[in-house]
């Protein structure tokens, strides 16, 4: 999986953060299984196997938070920040070249999935990051791995994928110009004509992105209402490709299509691991290719601030770079999600930006495809990378104007990513100063590149409970407001910045808390000025309540259209689970009803549909791909279709009929893994697709491209159990199991 990462950094706030040893020093990560005490307690034990050049003082490594002892007396571990970690030992000090040091640290949980292990290992030396080569150990080596300690077991073994693969596999295939997104009609002629040229001409038409067109000559003339006909013109392009024979030639036809929605949408987190322009602007044909008009683009977070301010350098020569430190007081972020520990590596997705040119870049080849790039900057919460930027300017410049927080809050919370210190505090002014200058930077940008700022996403989402107890000025000025919650003062924030953005003509959008239970005259004022509004979960029926209040509600649900949530409970399959799971059905039943159950009145407020993919377990485009595809498909029709419209199969159809195209175009993508089963003394193998190679083996190792190709059922012999992998192009399947005894 490759990295394409550019990095310019201020030298003014540089810092020599120099590897300091060659790549002999390895790490090998490994877990020895879960168990329970006596009183029901599960954990497991994760080894690492440290093998040094030279005496070293710590241990370094990334991963989801969870309690955890060092089994080594002599061992302490300590939490840098909620997600990073360090362990120390006498025992390093005295380490030798070449020899073998193991750590074994007791973990509190089960650890049931790829995704919970650690990444970003590294040596610290002298203070600094000592790069590694690093392996880690797959987590099926043995049952104990990934089952529970009372015998529940995630693992989908192979005879259950055998009945699941024969079950979804269907001849099934996307008929002439209906391929996803399907049109709203297609009327097949009687004749078949050459692939016509296109033209399109403006129409008057009150629904969303619509067309209608005559494929019957030469020439084919779409008449549009699109904004943007340029984006029509290549959907039906694509239509075209796809439906012509083998001679090049296409059905006559009569096809009229239209979007039930406006917003069109896909989020993709840069903010917590970083890809380059070009991996972006690779995937904006894809968000281009299904008929999405909008690239939600998360640019800012508490991980990573990933876009030039000019005029507010630190935002990424602080927040576009992370490493190894036990301070803030150091122009980089910590480390967290991955890295080697230097904020100066440029092939680490930890670091990265995109500099004013290169966001330009991107913005016209967004606009080139009829995609609109909104950009997202997330605040109050989720904010401590421009509030550690904004903190190392104080200090170097000693202007406080533009400092987020202030000193003397003893206030202390607890967020849903365990952290206490990325909260921006309403009640300091250098908040409003900070997002004018923001506002202005955005603003010149898109202007620079000529292209329409949709609007900006202001966040606003999980600010935790007691954020700004200990905060003075905050209570201060919610005793002047006659504020009587913490929420009153969230609103407060919110409010403001909407202003600033209308005072520079802008609109914004936000997540649902911004949405959520506010006064009237709150609602008043905020909601003019506001495009779009991110319902993430409908717990208590959330987006009927932001639509019955009059708010552009954008169906957003984790348990449907987060491409980051796993879609199995397969131990080796990527994803987070706190969601749900999300299998690739699971997008094409994001239905209006299903989301916003309410009367016409209040689904008429549903102005769109958006898939997200946060960043947490992403390396690589790759990995972005394989976690969005197929399931951009399902999003693609519910974008076009806000009610039901195509079957399971025909879906399952629609995806298998992708797939070679993804493969063509060397992309990854997920795929299903094969199933096993012993049928009448012999090994049978199936995949769902008809695309691939299935490799397999018979000793118990991993499947690779090299491995046995399977090509009709055998004779297994005396193997004690068979693995296999689903191989096309670069994508590849997790391993499929059967135990034979």
Sequence with gaps: ???????????????????????????????????????????????????????????????????????????????????????????????????????????????????????????????????????????????????????????????????????LRTTLRPAPYMQIPTPKSVTIGSGTVAIPTLRTERIDDPRHDYYRVHIGGDTAVIYTNSRRPAAVEAMLRRRLAESADASGRVPEADIEDWADYAYRGMMIDVARNFIGKEDMKSLIDLIARYGLNILHFHLGDDEGWRVEIPALPEL???????????????????????????????????????????????????????????PEFDSPGHSRAAIRAMEWRYRNTGDASLRLIHDGDTSRYTTAQALHDNIMNPAVEGCYKFWGIVFDGIKDIYARAGVELPAVHIGGDEVPDHAWDGSGLAQALMRRNGMKHQRDLHAYFVERVAQLAAERGLAIAGWQEMALDHSKAYNDAVRPSTIAVNCWTNAGDKGSRIAAEGWPLIISNVDYIYFDQTPNTHPEEPGLTWGGLVDEFRPLHATIDALCPA?????????????????????????????????????????????????????????????????????????????????????????????????????????????????????????????ARLFAGPAESVTSLLYLK
């Excluded at 330009?360 to 995609?371: F, T």
């Excluded at 498909?633 to 399952?652: K, N, S, V």
């Design 1 to 167: 999986m490759t990295r394409n990462l550019l990095l310019a950094i201020s030298a003014a706030a540089g810092i020599a953060s120099a590897i300091q040893a060659s790549a002999e020093n390895t790490i090998v990560w490994e877990t020895l299984g879960n168990t329970a005490d006596a009183s029901g307690n599960v954990s497991y034990t994760q080894r690492f196997t440290i093998t040094p050049d030279a005496p070293f003082e710590r241990m370094a490594f990334c991963m989801f938070k969870r309690p955890m002892t060092p089994l080594n007396p002599a061992d302490t571990i300590v939490e840098i920040l909620p997600g990073y970690f360090a362990v120390a030992s006498p025992r390093f000090e005295k380490a030798k070249a070449g020899e073998p040091i193991v750590v074994d640290i007791a973990t509190r949980a089960a650890l049931r999935t790829t995704s919970y292990g650690p990444d970003g290992m590294h040596l610290v030396c002298n203070g600094k990051p000592v790069r590694t080569v690093n392996t880690r150990r797959g987590i099926t080596d043995n049952p104990s791995q990934w089952r529970m300690p009372d015998g529940r077991d995630g693992m989908i073994y192979g005879d259950a994928a055998f009945a699941a693969n024969d079950s």
């Design 316 to 374: 990424t020569a602080v927040g576009a770079r992370r490493g190894y430190t036990e301070t803030d007081d150091v122009p980089f972020l910590k480390g967290i999600y991955s890295g080697d520990g230097n904020p100066d590596a440029t092939d680490t997705p930890a670091n990265g930006f995109y500099t004013v040119d290169e966001y330009v870049e991107i913005l016209r080849y967004a606009d080139s495809l009829g995609v609109a790039v909104l």
């Design 599 to 723: 009367d016409p009145a209040t689904q008429a407020n549903v102005a769109g549909i958006s898939g997200h993919l946060f960043s947490e377990t992403v390396r690589s485009r790759a990995m972005i791909e394989r976690y969005i595809l197929p399931r951009m498909l399902g999003l693609a029709e519910r974008a076009f279709h806000a009610r039901p419209t195509l079957t399971d199969a025909e879906y399952f159809g629609a995806i298998t009929a992708e797939m070679p195209r993804w493969q063509a175009e060397g992309r990854d993508f997920y795929m299903r893994h094969p199933g096993i089963r012993l049928r009448d003394g012999k090994i049978e193998m199936n995949e769902p697709y008809g695309i691939g190679e299935i490799r397999y083996t018979l000793d118990g190792s991993q499947p690779t491209r090299q491995s046995a190709l399977y090509t009709g059922p055998f004779v297994p012999g005396d193997a004690a159990q068979v693995r």
